[in-house]
């Protein structure tokens, strides 16, 4: 993370602003550079196009662990209808946390998950996040023999 923008979390005010980049792919493919933002933002020599959504990372809370989300407002029908088209096929998103006043510098990510279990309405998408490298970790992780578990043995 940069000095400016540990500088602009640890700050009573700032006038820095946070934004998230979102690259939804299908199947490798870029279909859609995302920023939660007002205008359209050119990052990283790529436009990415200002558009309503939400990126919750996961977390724990007293009532259990929060599995991450994603949710964008379907006002432009054309994600409705990529989704939709791409049943069956992986669809991916890596999320960018950059600062508006330095868009090529990423400060945080990229946090790359693949999008499932999506809830489609008039107003929301909403997709789950499941973490991208799950399907390259062995489950479970451990082998059950004398040397791991002397005590079954």
Known sequence: MTGTAIEALTA???GEIFLITADIAVDGEILFRLVNNTENLSSRGNVYEAFAFTFVL???SDSG???ASFELDNVDRRIQEEVTKAAG???TAAFNIILASDPDVIERGPY???LRDFQVTRQR???ALYDFYLTDLNIPGLRYTPQNFPGLF
Do not use: D, H, L, N
């Open 112 to 114: 790359k998950y693949i």
């Open 125 to 127: 998408i909403r997709a």
């Open 58 to 60: 996961p977390g724990t």
């Open 12 to 14: 009573q005010e700032t």
């Open 65 to 67: 662990v929060k599995s």
């Open 89 to 91: 096929k992986e669809i």
